[in-house]
Nanobody, 124 residues
Framework: QVQLVESGGGLVQAGGSLRLSCAAS????????MGWFRQAPGKEREFVAG????????YYADSVKGRFTISRDTAKNTVYLQMNSLQPEDTAVYYC?????????????????WGQGTQVTISS
């Protein structure tokens, strides 16, 4: 059984930073891409960042480009999302997702495996 477990969410003030982690277990994702999505109240789940199987290729939504960094540790089967210069509009539940293909996707339907989500709240 596949499991993705996110951690690192919390409450921070605007301008602050958080680092989210997602640990994968149950199968090896070293040959698969991973991504981060977020969902704010009343809004659809949206793509935030993606990383290919080796970590050599990343892609970001325009809204987070230059502030967020996605990375992965293949030895630990873990993907990270470093979030800097956080703003109130970044408040959302953040989800980790995984797929079997080497390149990331940018839509929800590109990923068959999902974590339970971690809440990120930014106060102004």
């Amino acid at each position: 059984q596949v499991q993705l477990v996110e951690s690192g969410g919390g409450l921070v003030q605007a301008g602050g930073s958080l680092r989210l982690s997602c640990a994968a277990s149950g199968r090896s994702f070293n040959t698969g891409a991973m991504g981060w999505f977020r969902q704010a109240p009343g809004k659809e789940r949206e793509f935030v960042a993606g990383v290919n199987w080796s970590g050599s290729n990343t892609y970001y939504a325009d809204s987070v480009k230059g502030r967020f960094t996605i990375s992965r540790d293949t030895a630990k089967n873990t993907v990270y999302l470093q979030m800097n210069s956080l703003q109130p509009e970044d408040t959302a539940v953040y989800y980790c997702a995984a797929r079997q293909w080497v390149m990331y996707g940018v839509t929800v339907t590109d990923y068959p495996y999902w974590g339970q989500g971690t809440q990120v709240t930014i106060s102004s």
